[in-house]
């Protein structure tokens, strides 16, 4: 099974990502930036759904820091720009299916 | 079960009622937990292999009768045999055949707190220990 941590500030759009993956079949779970770190430490996903408005370089750190505590877990990035360390990019403006096809095309 | 998994521990949501779905998703994802969801317990049981829930929310189905909960409830008990299982019961409902199928118990309408406290109480109780938790 494939479980997908949502990491995401605005809530409409979390919500948004977190309800279209359920209704996908997915395990989900959701978290908001500041907690995101500790919660992929406490439990490792398969795949990280991350939308973050931070600047390149920060979002690049944090995808650093996911890796080295879950080396396994793939990561998708969803924004206008291509973000260091990430293993698909999703462009906005948010689009479920998008991502779906993102999560399964890294699955295979 | 440790604090962490407790916090991040999967649940199963089972209903049609879209209303009731949403508004238990909200919370329960904003708690902390991981969710799934189906429409049926059959369509659960079909998907047992890729799903790990601990706790299984099933809305009990207007109409169904006592015998249709047995089997719903021994078939999730096959396919998920560590997950405890919590019914969600409209109080004149038929739903309340799920009364001996279920180690949870939550009636509409129910508060936010009766959730979350039913469903950390079921993934704290040691595994192996009988227990009964009804919520209104």
Do not use: Y
């Not at chain 1, 600047?55 to 260091?84: G, N, Y």
């Not at chain 2, 299982?85 to 707190?113: I, M, N």
């Amino acid at each position: 099974m494939s479980t997908v941590l949502v990491i995401e500030n605005d809530v409409p759009a979390l919500r948004l990502m977190a309800w279209g993956l359920m209704e996908e079949g997915f395990e989900v779970g959701m978290a908001h930036v500041p907690e995101a770190l500790e919660r992929v430490r406490a439990k490792a996903p398969d795949f990280i759904v991350f939308n973050t408005l931070a600047p390149a370089e920060q979002k690049a750190a944090l995808i650093e820091e996911f890796r080295q505590s879950s080396p396994s877990v793939r990561i998708i990035d969803v924004s206008d720009s291509d973000t260091a360390g990430a293993d698909a990019h999703v462009a906005l403006p948010i689009r479920v299916d998008a991502i779906v096809n993102a999560i399964k095309r890294l699955a295979n | 079960m440790t604090d962490s998994a407790v916090r991040h521990a999967a649940i199963l949501l089972i209903g049609t009622d879209e209303r009731t779905l949403r508004i238990m998703t909200w919370l329960l994802l904003e708690a902390g937990f991981e969710l799934a969801k189906t429409a049926t317990a059959a369509e659960a049981v079909e998907r047992a292999p890729l799903l790990t829930p601990a706790v299984i929310v099933i809305d009990g189905a207007p109409g169904e009768t006592r015998e249709e909960a047995r089997r719903t409830a021994a078939s999730l008990r096959a396919a998920f045999p560590m997950a405890r299982r919590v019914c969600l019961h409209t109080h004149d409902g038929a739903a309340e055949h799920w009364h001996a199928e279920a180690e949870g118990h939550l009636h509409r309408p129910f508060h936010a707190d009766d959730l979350l406290e039913l469903i950390r109480s079921l993934l704290t109780v040691s595994v192996g220990s009988k227990s009964s938790h009804d919520h209104h």
